[in-house]
């Protein structure tokens, strides 16, 4: 089973010291019916700048990838190898690379969801949720292209996982939306989501992977388009020069897809990445946990999006 051999290889891993763990601590506050997820971690304040650097060996042009420190390998399979993140705050955390360099701005790909959907299908996974930071505003720190996946942790059990979920009770009763992009009016900024087919489950990756990519892309023009931007190269896989091309963020699980437009990486000088808006943040303080918990998940989530974007009509 997947999931039990994640386990082993990290628990093998953090024994030699070739994964980097601590404990941290789960703090809840309700908001729009979520019940939103900070969690305290400490260790992340001396977490090296590229979240996945050996901090001896912080260059420009560190690729952990390529190698890849072979205590973290999991699996290997198609064109992706399945590692531990080296610095994990939920045990279990993995990331899907991609066997050969691919820049991690470039739009996700048919490939790319057949992998996660394959990985999120495995035995043992089902608690598990997929996300990607693309761009330096949405919380990418890597340039070579990677997918993350993060387990239920033990305080999620019982409740609704990822806790945006909560949100969608009411939707994941209507087959009739399922496969149609729409947005939340919980959720007042720009975003898209899209329940999932429950037939997904039955196609293979390949087939389920090419499905999940024009789901991404609607998902993409429509979040973009409500936030009032353009998008740029954000589609272009043929695109060379991405240094002007807008962030976003994408989660995704066996129920649901999200994307997210982005137009800072911090509020409050909170860092905020996919996970966030799955309904999971991460403060480094004391200090950054009372703030967040003052200010509220939905204010700081709004700092870091666009508003609605309203156009006039003029005549």
Same mark, same amino acid.
């Given at each position: 089973m997947l999931r039990s051999k994640i386990l082993s290889v990290f628990d093998t891993a953090l024994s030699t010291g070739h994964v980097v763990w601590r404990d941290s601590t789960a703090h809840f506050v309700f908001a729009a019916s979520v019940r939103w997820q900070f969690r305290l971690a400490t260790a992340l304040a001396q977490k090296p700048a590229g979240e996945? =650097?050996?901090?001896?060996?912080?260059?420009?042009?560190f690729n952990p990838f390529l190698p890849y420190d072979e205590a973290l390998f999991v699996d290997s399979f198609d064109n992706f190898n399945l590692l531990l993140n080296k610095f994990s705050i939920v045990r279990g955390h993995v990331l899907l690379t991609t066997t050969d360099f691919q820049?991690?701005?470039?739009?996700?790909?048919?490939?790319?969801?057949?992998?996660?959907?394959? !990985?999120?299908?495995?035995?043992?996974?089902?608690? /598990?949720?997929?996300?990607y930071n693309s761009g330096k505003n949405?919380?990418?720190?890597?340039?070579?292209?990677?997918?993350?996946?993060?387990?239920?942790?033990?305080?999620?059990?019982?409740?609704?996982?990822?806790?945006?979920?909560?949100i969608l009770s009411a939707?994941?009763? =209507?087959?009739?939306?399922?496969?149609?992009?729409? !947005?939340?009016? @919980?959720?007042?900024?720009?975003?898209?989501?899209?329940?999932l087919p429950p037939?997904? =489950?039955?196609?293979d990756p390949i087939a389920a992977g090419k499905h999940l990519e024009a789901l991404y892309q609607q998902s993409l023009k429509k979040a973009f388009g409500d936030a009032g931007q353009d998008i740029g190269s954000c589609l272009?896989?043929?695109?060379?020069?991405?240094?002007?091309?807008?962030? /976003?963020?994408?989660?995704?699980? =066996?129920?649901?897809?999200?994307?997210?437009?982005?137009? @800072?990486?911090?509020?409050?000088?909170?860092?905020?990445?996919?996970?966030?808006?799955?309904?999971?943040?991460?403060?480094?303080?004391?200090?950054?946990?009372?703030? @967040?918990?003052?200010?509220?998940p939905i204010e700081l989530l709004a700092q870091v999006t666009y508003p609605v974007f309203v156009k006039k009509i003029v005549g």
């Open positions: 996945h =650097s050996k901090p001896s060996t912080t260059k420009k042009d820049n991690q701005l470039e739009p996700l790909n048919a490939s790319d969801f057949a992998a996660a959907w394959r !990985t999120l299908q495995a035995p043992g996974m089902s608690q /598990y949720l997929c996300f949405a919380g990418a720190s890597q340039h070579h292209k990677h997918l993350q996946l993060i387990p239920e942790a033990d305080e999620d059990a019982g409740q609704p996982f990822p806790p945006i979920r909560a939707e994941t009763e =209507s087959v009739a939306r399922a496969g149609t992009p729409f !947005t939340h009016e @919980a959720l007042p900024f720009a975003h898209c989501l899209v329940l037939s997904l =489950s039955c196609e272009d896989p043929e695109t060379q020069e991405r240094s002007a091309q807008p962030s /976003y963020n994408v989660v995704l699980t =066996s129920e649901f897809l999200m994307v997210v437009p982005r137009r @800072a990486e911090r509020a409050e000088g909170i860092s905020l990445n996919s996970v966030a808006f799955a309904g999971m943040m991460l403060v480094k303080s004391q200090e950054e946990l009372d703030l @967040a918990i003052e200010k509220g």
